[in-house]
């Protein structure tokens, strides 16, 4: 019987595998990536599509295409859709980020004959019928004016604009005045100039059969694919500033601190990766401890490294009382000026190690989360090489390594200060 009196020894990890996918390609030229793995007769098929928010003209037209896209086709009804789907257990969905959009379907292996149909149906025949556009965008209004008296909504939004700017790609967001001007003419012109016959890859992960790839080929290889347009979006360099944003009668106030940095194929992206977890990664970090359990202001507070196809930042987020707003933010550059100049101590530092190791290693706990870990890496074209550098650069890191980071990376003149709330 096993004896819950003794603690068990203590592993460290030292390596992680990574299983890569063999790559197809259909018979149009169109590159598959196939994780075979698991032990469930369930497969994960997505379709990626360079049309995430940041690539559309106009505010709101990409996430709406995105999710209107499997509210109906020319030959088949939302409800109908849904039915078909649901009568063989599988799922249908769509997402979308700032550079990415994609369309996913979660199936058992012996209805895939019968799902792939409807996924290919729905990739490129939508309708984006007009009382559907209609209800879908005045649902996001009422959503969005809900969010507006969330101090925590506001305060995204303002960070995001002080960043990049307030009309760039990653900074806009959205009022209610944008919600009228989107129209079905809109989703149906960026479907065309960005989704339909413009698949960057598909990834499908599970356990795959024989006969997987050839139905992927069936319903994806014959079309001719057209050119994707993948341009750079520019950053300006904006000033940083201190900004506070008053929202009357906010029980709490919502605080974000943080810089424009760089995406995970910057050399130094592990470095601050690292960093950021000490400052406020994890439950037991640094501004955990601090703004938490020792002055009580905060019920959570988290810092980390946000990477974007062309650029990325550090955000330092929390919410606080607004009669200890001004306290916290003080306590935030405190524990910042303390990883400047002072080294972090090596049994700190290698709880941080154990934990972010720990972390990617629960990450990869099956063929779906090794997927999205290989669509994370494929967006920024790098391959399997680049997670065991990540390895090799979180097992070696040294204190004085870290803190020749934070000295070039977090001084305070470099750092935006969002604030939403009473007055400080």
């Not at 940095?261 to 400052?279: A, K, P």
């Not at 946000?306 to 933010?329: M, Q, R, W």
């Not at 000026?337 to 706990?365: A, C, F, T, W």
């Not at 470099?414 to 400080?424: A, E, N, R, S």
Request: with cysteine.
């Amino acid at each position: 019987m096993l004896n819950r009196s003794i603690t068990p020894p203590f592993g460290k990890i030292t390596s992680i595998h990574l299983i890569e996918p063999t790559v197809y390609h259909l018979d149009n030229g169109l590159p598959v990536f196939a994780v075979s793995a698991g032990t469930q007769e369930v497969l994960k098929i997505e379709l990626i599509f360079h049309a995430g928010t940041a690539t559309a003209d106009k505010k709101l037209v990409a996430s709406a295409s995105s999710k209107l896209q499997t509210e109906g086709t020319t030959k088949r009804t939302a409800m109908e859709l849904a039915e078909a789907v649901d009568f063989y257990g599988a799922h249908l969905q769509s997402e979308v980020t700032h550079d990415e959009a994609s369309l996913d379907l979660y199936t058992l292996n012996k209805h895939v004959d019968n799902t792939i149909g409807t996924l290919a149906e729905v990739y490129s025949d939508p309708v984006f019928e007009e009382r559907e556009v209609e209800t879908y965008l005045l649902k996001s209004k009422q959503e969005m004016l809900v969010n507006e008296e969330k101090v925590s909504y506001l305060g995204a939004k303002a960070f995001s604009a002080s960043l990049f700017g307030k009309e760039h790609p990653y900074g806009r967001s959205a009022n209610q005045q944008d919600y009228d001007a989107v129209s079905r003419h809109d989703l149906v012109g960026f479907h065309s100039s960005f989704i339909k016959s413009r698949i960057k890859y598909i990834l499908v992960s599970g356990k795959l059969s024989s006969t997987t790839i050839q139905s992927l080929n069936q319903q994806f290889g014959q079309e001719k694919r057209l050119a994707v347009s993948e341009n750079a979006i520019p950053i300006n360099a904006i000033e940083p500033m201190a900004l506070h944003v008053e929202k009357p009668g906010a029980v709490q106030n919502s605080i974000k601190i943080g810089r424009v940095l760089f995406n995970r194929t910057h050399s130094d992206f592990v470095g601050m990766q690292i960093l950021s977890t000490v400052l406020g990664g994890y439950f037991g970090s640094r501004l955990m401890t601090n703004i938490r359990e020792d002055k009580g202001y905060t019920y959570g507070i988290g810092a980390g490294l946000v990477s974007l196809k062309d650029t990325g930042y550090l955000s330092i987020s929390t919410e606080v009382g607004a009669d200890t707003c001004e306290a916290a933010v003080n306590e935030i550059f405190i524990e910042i000026e303390r990883l400047r100049k002072e080294p972090i101590p090596i049994h700190e530092l290698e709880l941080v190690q154990n934990y972010m190791l720990g972390s990617i290693l629960k990450s990869l706990d099956g063929p779906f989360q090794i997927s999205d870990k290989w669509k994370t890496y494929l967006r920024y074209g790098l391959g399997s090489d680049s997670h065991y550098s990540l390895i090799r650069q979180i097992l070696n890191i040294t204190p004085e390594r870290l803190r020749e980071l934070a000295n070039t990376y977090l001084q305070r003149k470099d750092l935006v200060q969002v604030t939403v709330g009473k007055p400080i």
